[in-house]
């Protein structure tokens, strides 16, 4: 009988939710498969949003993952320069099968020096920030490069999660996920992506996140020059 796929999944404060919730439940259907949620102590982790979240495993008692996925959110401008995260993510990818993420996590792997060469997707906004981590940013849903399966953002965790399940396992298994969870999404709007929203939308995006794209390229800036 052969051991169990140990699927990881990695919190930390103000993380986007819906970033590994989405890919949680898939794995989750996997049958036979472990699912854990990681953070450094046995603790709640407050999300970007009320939601309070609760490991099930710690970073010092964690097994050796196939898989570590890196979820995003406001949290990882300071992930990226989080020695102990950092620490822990190439530990793991030492032996892990796949070594992923989904929206802004992808920066998270790329302060771990897990990206250098490698092409990779992440959240419409951090796309400029990704070559700083000697990554190829990749304008994709689903970006697979040999071993590294990064997400775009957010609901593209779905996606991603869907995707590496038929990796895993295979296509069968996958569709079959889908179709339990009714994954079919028709949205209301065409603008969930730069290219397709109207243009005073994506422009009022852009004020608003103004001050925090500041701070986290200066968050990044620090963390590429301390990797370099």
């Known amino acids: 009988m052969s051991a169990p796929l140990q699927i990881g999944l990695v919190l930390f404060p103000k993380v986007t939710q819906l970033d590994f919730t989405g890919p949680l439940q898939v794995f989750s259907s996997i049958p036979g498969a472990k699912v854990h949620l990681i ?44 020695e102990e995260m950092l620490a822990f993510l190439r530990q793991q990818a030492e032996g892990a099968q796949y070594v992923t993420s989904v929206c802004t996590g992808s920066l998270v792997l790329g302060a771990a020096g897990l990206l250098r060469g490698y092409r990779a997707a992440t959240h ?5 920030f990704l070559s700083a981590f000697g990554a190829i940013p990749t304008k994709t849903r689903v970006c697979i490069d040999r071993n590294r399966i990064t997400g775009g953002g957010v609901t593209a965790g779905i996606d991603f999660a869907l995707t590496l399940v038929s990796q895993l396992v295979d296509r069968k ?39 925090g794209q500041a701070r986290r390229g200066e968050m990044i800036a620090r963390a590429a020059a301390r990797s370099a």
């Open 39 to 82: 953070w450094k102590r046995i603790e709640p982790v407050a999300s970007d949003s009320v939601m309070m979240l609760t490991p099930t495993v710690s970073f010092a008692d964690c097994p050796q993952l196939d898989v570590i996925c890196v979820p995003g959110g406001l949290g990882i401008d300071d992930m990226i320069n989080d």
């Open 173 to 211: 298994t996958a569709e079959a996920i889908q179709l339990r969870i009714e994954y079919n999404p028709a949205p209301p709007f065409n603008a969930g992506s730069p290219d397709t929203a109207p243009a005073e939308v994506l422009a009022f995006m852009k004020e608003r996140i103004a001050p």
């Open 124 to 128: 419409w906004t951090a796309m400029d």
